[in-house]
């Protein structure tokens, strides 16, 4: 789930404004996977923040998040191999595990578009505007870092569904769940601390198991 390059020039919006657009991206990525998928009751899944550092002569007191201008999450599909069609990978499934492979599909769809959901939702709460989702659709993701996560979404969905029509009828109904995620003020909170978590972290890959405690200290 890797963060596509800000549409906003650096002129427009300071250094480290980007620097925090892109870890509460990340950082929605990361709740969406731990948190999401374990309120569907979905299985656990392995994902790392990796944050990428561009500068080798940064201050010692800098963390690498500031002296970077990348990060991604690596992992957290619940669907590791998408397949041609879903007939096709669940031909000889039963029924339960049909619904089971479904499910894991959509969850993972919703999973990419909370980043940049979040990312969209903060930049509202910066700038002091509303936020909804027909001020904020699906297209409009382009514009919050979402490109890459938007397109992958797309690949699921073409092997899911055949219909355009279909697709698009779900993807709009994945978008709402997205969107509900993110407005859920427990979640919101998760996302925000999990965010001055990867800005402050000296480290440049933060593993999931400490993701979790976090998590799992703040919200359990």
Known sequence: MKRSEPSHAVNQVNYQELIRQTAIH?????VAIYLGNRQKLLPPVFFQ?????????SPRYLSAFQA???????????IHTLPSTIEEATHDFSREQKQAYQQAFEADIVNLLVGPLAEARYIAWRD??????????????RYYGG????DLAGEYLECFIADREQRENKIGGLFMEAFA??????NWRAITVLADYILASPKTIIECEEVMALLDGYFI
Not at 26 to 30: L, P, Q, T
Not at 68 to 78: I, M, P, S, W, Y
């Open 181 to 186: 995620f993110i407005n859920d003020a427990s």
């Open 26 to 30: 990340e950082a929605g990525h990361a």
């Open 147 to 150: 490109t890459s996560d938007l």
């Open 68 to 78: 970077c201008c990348t990060a991604k999450v690596e992992g957290g599909r619940l």
């Open 128 to 141: 002091d505007e509303v936020i909804n989702a027909r001020l904020v659709n699906l297209n409009a993701l």
């Open 49 to 57: 923040i990796v944050v990428k550092k561009l500068a080798t002569d």
